[in-house]
Structure formats: structure tokens, C-alpha cells
């Protein structure tokens, strides 16, 4: 009788942290991912400014800075934006261990955030690789935020 008791706790708990387990793999491959793709626009971005000049600078330029400055800024700041973006992925995924629920509305800002970059990449720049990894982070996110969902209907029947 007791055996049957410690298999069935045993169970129970392998059933508890399984959807949690899985979220969590979902968060952490979004934030690998994330980090060969933001690894890449650095990479790409900082050795290809260097040595290229805009042909409308003149024409953008103001007072105080150039076109130049101000394409050069932004690409930094897309970087800065993606070092954060896979920090707090990787964080995420650390708090989803105990509480996957809780990080759904973080993940759905997420997915937004990356169809969103997506959507945009495309349109204004035709660049079809940051394009792909946008898409399957989003998907990697959307099904974390399902498996969180699935997690909070088990513990609230």
C-alpha cells in the first residue's frame, strides 16, 4: 500500500513539473536563438559600418550629427535591444521552473515583439534570416505560453 502511495506521489510531481520542464526548454532555445541572431546583426552590422559609408548622408545630415551617426546609433541600439531581449528570455526561463503561469504575459510580449520585428524587417529591409529566426523564436515562444497555459488549468480544474 505505501508503494503504491510513493509511485503516485512520484507521478503526480513528474506530472507537475513536466509542462513547467518544458517551458522552461522553450524559453532557453528562444534565448539561444535570440543570441545567434543578435550575435550575428553585431557581428555583420559592426564590421560592415566600418568600412561603408550612406550615399544620402549629406542629405540627412543636421547640425550635429549625420546620417551616418544616426544609422550607426540605431544599429547599436538594435543590439543593445537584442542582448536584453536574450537575458531576459534566459531569466524567464529560470522563473518558469516554479511558476510558468506566471511568465505567460512576459512571453506574450515576446511574441508580439519578435512578429512585430519580424513584420518590419521585411518591409523596410527584405532581409529574409532575421526574418526566419524572428518567426520560429515567436513560435518557440508561443508554445512555451501554451504549455504555461496548459500548467494553469491543471492547477486550477
Not at 532555445?29 to 555583420?44: D, E
Not at 529560470?94 to 508580439?112: G, N, T
Not at 519580424?118 to 512555451?144: E, K, N, T
Request: glycine content about 4%; hydrophobic content about 55%; charged content about 10%.
Amino acid at each position: 500500500m505505501q508503494t503504491n502511495t510513493l509511485s503516485s506521489t512520484a507521478l503526480s510531481q513528474t506530472a507537475d513539473e513536466g509542462p513547467a520542464n518544458i517551458t522552461v526548454n522553450f524559453l532557453r532555445i528562444a534565448s539561444i536563438l535570440a543570441l545567434v541572431q543578435y550575435s550575428a546583426h553585431a557581428l555583420l552590422f559592426l564590421t560592415g559600418s566600418l568600412s561603408h559609408s550612406s550615399p544620402i548622408a549629406s542629405v540627412a545630415a543636421s547640425r550635429t550629427h549625420s546620417y551616418w551617426d544616426f544609422y550607426f546609433g540605431y544599429g547599436l541600439l538594435a543590439i543593445v535591444s537584442g542582448v536584453v531581449e536574450v537575458i531576459l528570455l534566459w531569466q524567464l526561463a529560470s522563473i518558469a521552473k516554479r511558476h510558468s503561469a506566471e511568465v505567460r504575459p512576459a512571453v506574450a510580449l515576446f511574441i508580439f515583439a519578435n512578429l512585430t520585428h519580424a513584420v518590419l524587417v521585411w518591409r523596410y529591409f527584405s532581409l529574409i534570416a532575421p526574418v526566419v529566426f524572428d518567426i520560429i523564436i515567436a513560435m518557440l515562444l508561443v508554445c512555451a505560453f501554451l504549455v504555461g497555459q496548459r500548467k494553469r488549468a491543471e492547477a486550477n480544474p
